[in-house]
């Protein structure tokens, strides 16, 4: 085992505090820090760090494969790291986006570098040939978009604003309050001519500001996080697409699980997130970067869903692993008890991170200390290795489904 530096990533979005304040540094940073990648993607990969060496992660699971994979996640996945864990850190909405499938995602990339799309080009849809189911954990309360909600809700929800505008929708989705009429309702609105666009938007804000002003209070945090992201992302389709969406609102330790075409955007809030190794991602709004409506729309699902909750199943005295449907991936939380030993889940690649507390790490042959925000690495060749602290403290295991047995 050996200590992981991440790679840290600024965007807009991201917070100033949240993963300084994590990690002990100085608080607030420089620049918005968004994503601290702890993985072996292409993209930003993580390194080893051994006697004042630096090793990129990718570089080490090249030069000996199956010690850092193990027998059944190399033939499982080929000789690739399945997965990739991050600390999120968001203080203003993030895009509007879903994932493809695993078929789309294979089809996208060969069609892109078929026609030639250099990779890094702003406008390629596709980074890799992988899908990207995604789960967030929740370090602090955090707040999300996630999958399209009950029709029966939305139609409440549009009625309320009393916006004569929307009454073509509303009586779209009374018609069909189901997938058909959530994606005439949505593709109508994401490809609707800008003046149109900005035209219907203002007389959603003014409903909203009215309903405000009102005495009902039952749709009043839909009604604020709508002018909330308009006042961000003025004209964008987003502002009208987040009606559509059911909100999530977790507590430190809850998850949420994100499958293919699921349409979300994370809020607010600092989470541990765990995601098959990819880099795939097709925006629908609230963002400068690249849209493409229709590949977007060949991805969706527009199925109605109840929030995708992920939760925790105890496997192991202190040990929870959040329940996902995913192989390439299972996270694990270790609630480390003052002077127990903790087991960690034994088996394949596995990458922990420290979020609470000060942790000692130990196998066979060595011990490890982790501060808050700090990593490690532990090959599958590693075997058991056992967590400990004199304080109360808090670790995550990101390994995969395969060689753990996740569901």
Known sequence: MQLLEGALRSYAWGSRTAIADLCGRPSPSKHPEAELWLGAHPGDPAFVVSDGARTSLLDVIATSPESSLGTQVLP????????????????????????????????????ENRAGVPIDSPVRN???????????????????????????RTIALLAALEVPALQTYIDLLAGAPDESGLRAVFTTWITMPPPAMEALIAQVLDGCVKYLSGTSREYAQDVRLVLEIANIYPGDAGVL???????????????LFLAAGNLHAYLRGLGVEL????????????????????????????????????VPVQCGRGLARYETPAPEFALYRVDIEPGVDSDLPADGPRIVVCTEGNVRLKDRNSTLDLAPGQSAWLP???????????????????ADGVATGAS
């Open 76 to 111: 499982a996945f080929g000789p690739r790291l399945p997965y990739l864990l991050k600390i999120l850190a968001a203080d203003e909405p993030l895009s509007l986006q879903a994932h493809p499938s695993l078929a789309q995602a294979k089809e996208g990339f060969t069609r």
């Open 126 to 152: 596709y980074k890799d040939e992988s899908h990207k189911p995604e789960l967030i954990v929740a370090l602090s309360p955090f707040d999300a978009l996630a999958g399209f909600r009950d029709p029966h």
């Open 241 to 255: 697409g987040v009606m559509l969406l059911n909100r999530v609102q977790l507590q430190a330790g809850e998850g």
């Open 275 to 310: 995601m098959a190794n990819s880099d795939n991602v097709l925006r629908g709004g609230l963002t400068p970067k690249h849209i493409d409506v229709p590949e977007l729309l060949k991805v969706l699902d527009f199925r109605p869903i109840d929030p995708p909750i992920a």
């Open 380 to 398: 599958a060749a590693n075997g058991a290795v056992t967590a400990s602290a004199d304080d109360a403290a808090v670790l995550f295991c990101a």
